[in-house]
């Protein structure tokens, strides 16, 4: 069995949570998903600190999906760590946000998010965003020489 590709999805709302996860599933899109439920908890999560000291910090994901309005730490202040560190600055990162403000559109993109995605309020539109996400980022992407991350 060929091991699958982590995702870390950064959300706290249970019910995207749920809709994201649920959307992987129906579009058969079986890669292992660690939910971080604030920025804080991300941020340990991924430079192995608090709680996640012994993870393995080699053990990257594959993506990460962030959502901007977190609590404890915001979105962008996540992204703006994740690329002022060497282990994680060239790490795939997709905003994927219900934010339709152009200022965290351009700011997202500052920091070197890797895309911008508003999630629709649609159920089928938003089943067919994160099939169509999967696919790219998981399948067809390509990422640079020397980042390691889970496979």
Do not use: H
């Not at 706290?12 to 899109?29: C, G, Q, S, Y």
């Not at 999967?134 to 399948?139: A, E, S, T």
């Amino acid at each position: 069995m060929i091991p699958q590709k982590r995702i870390l999805l950064i959300e706290d709302n249970a019910d995207d949570e749920t809709l994201t996860i649920l959307a992987f599933r129906e579009n058969n899109i079986a890669n292992d998903v660690f939910v971080a439920r604030d920025g804080a908890e991300a941020l340990d999560y991924l430079f192995c600190t608090g709680k996640y000291a012994d993870r393995d910090p080699d053990d990257l994901p594959a993506l990460v999906l962030l959502d901007l309005k977190l609590p404890k730490i915001p979105g962008l202040e996540v992204l703006r760590r994740l690329r002022a560190d060497p282990r994680t600055e060239l790490l795939p990162v997709v905003v994927l946000t219900t934010s339709s403000e152009e200022r965290d559109l351009v700011e997202s993109y500052k920091l070197r998010c890797n895309s911008y995605i508003q999630k629709p309020v649609d159920l089928t539109q938003f089943m067919g965003s994160v099939r169509q996400l999967g696919l790219y980022w998981l399948v067809l992407n390509k990422c640079p020489p020397g980042v390691r991350l889970t496979t």
